[in-house]
């Protein structure tokens, strides 16, 4: 019995690991039955100024400035809309790579913990004997311990690689926002400026930040913006994301190897030599 609530401890423990559920989260899905990015999705085919905008990375943001220079300047924000839809689903498609690339990651960790548990039942079954309380609550302290450092170095791996791009999809979504609607190119220029500004002294995106100064020398120069090269930056910054993505899995796969090294072959091992000593060998 004993054995048994373990178990199943270990399995509620990855399950809330691997799908998180919040009673805001449960709400939203039973309410509306659309996810964060899908009601960005739909708000950005058919505005409706009704419906509550969630918050979700840039995009809610990037609405609300378009529908503000609607209504000031009277442009046609569709052009921009369109241009947000295909980053939006872009974006999502990146979401569920990452999702999934920590989701497995996770699941397997929990196996490898399982494994042991799977062996240590079996051997104290089939030896016919029974182990000491304190040693289970060593092996599944230290455990547990392996479970939480594993989902915080994850999650710290994700935000180093992740966090970067967000400021700077921002920014050249912006930009082309306001190229499709045709807004000066002083207004191109300050969402330049101030992102270069913030950027001058950091190492990431380096070959990215000297194009964007070379863009921001020809508009104070020749007062014009080269469009398809602006087009080929957008997809170079993809290009990038989706390399660091690739990075990112490498960094998980030596993560879940010095985990198993260090959080499930001490406790195998351990157990191995309880049944040793339990036995008399």
């Known amino acids: 019995m004993f054995y048994g609530i373990l178990i199943l401890g ?3 423990i990855a399950a809330l690991h691997l799908y998180p559920i919040s009673i805001e989260s449960l709400f939203k899905s039973t309410s509306r039955g659309l996810t964060q990015p899908e009601v960005i999705a739909q708000q950005l085919v058919n505005f ?9 990375k840039f995009y809610h ?12 300047y009277g ?19 990146s979401d569920r790579k990452i999702k999934g690339i920590i989701q497995t990651s996770f699941l397997q960790y929990i196996s490898m913990c399982a494994f042991t548990w799977f062996m240590l039942l079996h051997m104290t079954a089939t030896l016919g ?9 060593l092996i599944l302290l230290w455990q547990i311990i392996g479970s939480y450092l594993f ?25 082309r926002c306001l190229v499709k609607t045709s807004r000066p190119l002083h207004e191109i220029k300050t969402e330049m400026e ?53 990075k990112m899995e490498k960094l998980l796969l030596g993560v879940k190897l010095l985990s198993f090294l260090l959080f499930v072959i001490p406790g195998y091992f351990y157990s191995i030599g309880l049944v040793i000593g339990q036995v008399g060998i």
């Open 75 to 93: 442009i046609n924000p569709n052009s921009a809309f369109q241009e947000l839809r295909k980053a939006l689903n872009l974006d999502i498609k």
């Open 61 to 72: 943001l990037m609405i609300w400035d378009m529908k503000a220079l609607e209504k000031k």
């Open 151 to 175: 989902s915080q170095v994850v999650k710290s791996i994700k935000m180093r690689i992740c966090a970067p791009f967000l400021p700077l999809f921002k920014m050249i979504y912006k930009v």
């Open 194 to 246: 101030e992102y270069l500004d913030q950027k001058k002294s950091s190492k990431k995106h380096f070959s990215i930040i000297q194009r964007l100064e070379f863009y921001l020398r020809t508009i104070k120069t020749k007062g014009t913006l080269p469009k398809e090269e602006l087009n080929l930056l957008v997809e170079e910054i993809w290009d990038h994301y989706e390399v660091s993505l690739e």
């Open 129 to 137: 004997f029974s182990l000491e309380i304190v040693d289970i609550s």
């Open 48 to 56: 409706d100024p009704h419906l509550e905008l969630p918050e979700y």
């Open 10 to 12: 270990c399995i509620l």
